[in-house]
């Protein structure tokens, strides 16, 4: 991942994934009390549930033997900071229990689940940046006129639609009354591609919509700072064409935070997927955890707040990875 | 105490300074009409109301809009219309009684914070972190379920979910406040602290916090109809707009005004307060733009 930013500069190679390599370490060391303290307070959580799991889990029928069992075997009876100690061991060791309903391993259910929500956020990712950033940049350079208010109108309302509601409406429309569009359900990539993509296409769209807003008001403001600057002034001064200007140099240092906050968005479309795969019934992370709140499965919905928490601060540690990467000024303090 | 009593120490006042300035952004105006216009709706609901909320009528199931059911009916013969009225009182009270929630753990917890630094802020920047790793929706809804399904509990857990941005963004004002010469002033003259903070550096960091606050009602809004639409909120046959849509996702082909409305007033109401936030940003902080 690391090769790709230095390849044009060999001069720095020899120190560049050094520093790297010093800035991952030490961004893992920062996290762990954070993941502690984490994991504390999503196993308090449980421990706030009004009910006995067990009892919820049997129902009617309780047999005490059943139920005594049921209790020993799921570390119930054991003082509470025991309890702890064990689940976070299981956890290290990528055991995140198993589910009471259908006593299938979480991190099993985590896994079949995982790769839908992530193709469905990967495609709200894509249409983000492809409505964005262009927009985000026409607005910049065109600013204070019609297309700029405009543009910022759209992205305000992008930020302001309820993900579901849109949902609903672009069904209606798409599905209902153009029949163009599967109205909802998931069909593996590997199964058919094209239906895969044609099928994710509206709820990609509506998970993208805030997101895409956001990227807009950044790459216009970042814009309008680069624009604004020396440098691009003397490009301009030496002749070179404005959509020259605007591409090759403006952008591309405009494109530097963008690319860090692209990651950081990511880890808000996961967790935007729960909606969205609510209304156009994708099996997903969402819907699992959805289903597990509603079912009273508490290892579920612990193990994927977890594994979100977990997910969303490896996405930044890796936002700061990339900010170095991308941008080799930072690699040497002065 | 009494050279204290008698040294007047004149904080730069900031509260005010961009009061004109939001009179005159036309987003801000636009925002503050659309929510003014829906506290209207909400404070007047029993009086603007042409039908009972909760009155179902078997004669009058799913009716498209019409003179007697301004919005059209739902799948049971009620009213939308007045239900939307009853449900924008479900909807800004979530979204005040949230952000009011996350301001009053959030806003002690990061003034101490900043203002003491050392041991106190480690531990509550440690916890924050690590709430600020799940995603607020995402903690929400484990908040809710814990919690057990109702409006209350929702704007609870949604209250809890957005706590940690006021502490973070209180915490790095008061750092930047604390090191003015007035606020060393106090201290030198040896006020108590708690004294320090209400008067000098409370009034100082307010104004990107009153910002935060305006447009976390907005995301706070949209959070209620989530967790509503999910079954998590507002309890039926209460109305709420979240769990409207929830019931009309069902009708979409019979009864598309079921989804239509609510949803519609979802987003005005929120636009109305990310306007009102964008204004207020505008106005309270120029050094933005």
Partial sequence: ?334 | MTLASQIEIVAPRRRFRGFSKLAGNRGALVGGAIVIFFVVLAVFAPLLATHDPFASAFTSVRKPPSAEFLLGTDEIGRDIFSRLLFGARASLMAGVVSVAIALAIGLPLGLVAGYFGGLVDGAISRVIDALLAIPSLILAIALAATLGPSLMNAMLAIGIAATPIFVRLTRGQVLAVKTEDYVEGARAIGLPHGLIIMRYILPNVLSPVVVQATITIATAIIAEASLSFLGLGQQPPNPSWGSMLNTAKNFMTQAPWMSIFPGGAIFLVVLGFNLLGDGLRDALDPRDH
């Avoid at chain 1, 009004?50 to 020993?72: K, N, Y």
């Avoid at chain 1, 404005?242 to 950081?264: G, K, Y």
């Fill in chain 1, 1 to 334: 991942m690391t090769g790709g930013g230095f390849r044009c500069r060999p001069s720095l190679s020899k120190k560049g994934p050094d520093a790297v390599l010093k800035l991952i370490v030490r961004r893992i060391l920062l996290a762990l009390p954070t993941l502690i303290i984490l994991s504390m307070i999503i196993f308090g959580l449980q421990r706030l549930l009004p009910g006995d799991p067990i009892q919820t889990m049997m129902a009617e029928e309780s047999d005490p033997q059943v139920v005594e069992f049921l209790r020993e075997k799921y570390r119930l009876n054991d003082p509470i900071p025991l309890q702890y100690l064990a689940w976070v061991g299981n956890v290290l060791q990528g055991d995140f229990g198993s589910s009471l309903r259908t006593g299938l391993p979480v991190t099993q259910m985590i896994l079949q689940k995982l790769p839908i929500t992530v193709q469905l956020a990967s495609m709200a990712m894509i249409m983000a940046l492809l409505i964005g950033i262009p927009a985000g940049v026409i607005a910049a350079v065109r600013k204070n006129t019609m297309v700029d208010y405009a543009a910022n109108a759209v992205a305000l309302s992008g930020m302001s639609v309820p993900n579901f509601w849109l949902g609903i409406i672009l069904i209606m429309v798409f599905a209902v009354s153009w029949k163009i569009l599967p109205a909802s359900g998931y069909v593996p990539i590997t199964l058919d591609f094209w239906l895969s993509i044609k099928s994710m296409l509206m709820p990609g769209f509506v998970l993208s919509t805030a997101v895409a807003a956001y990227l807009m008001r950044h790459t216009r403001s970042a814009m309008l700072s680069v624009l604004s600057s020396d440098y691009i002034r003397t490009a301009r001064a030496k002749g070179l064409l404005s959509n020259a200007v605007i591409i090759r140099h403006a952008l591309r240092n405009a494109l530097m935070p963008i690319v860090t906050l692209s990651t950081l968005l990511f880890g808000d479309l996961l967790a935007g997927a729960v909606l969205t795969e609510q209304i156009f019934v994708i099996p997903g992370f969402g819907k699992l955890i959805v289903d597990a709140v509603f079912t009273r499965d508490y290892a579920v919905v612990q193990g994927v707040v977890l594994f979100t928490a977990i997910g969303f601060i490896a996405m930044n540690i890796l936002a700061d990875v990339l900010y170095i990467v991308i941008n080799p000024r930072l690699r040497h303090p002065q």
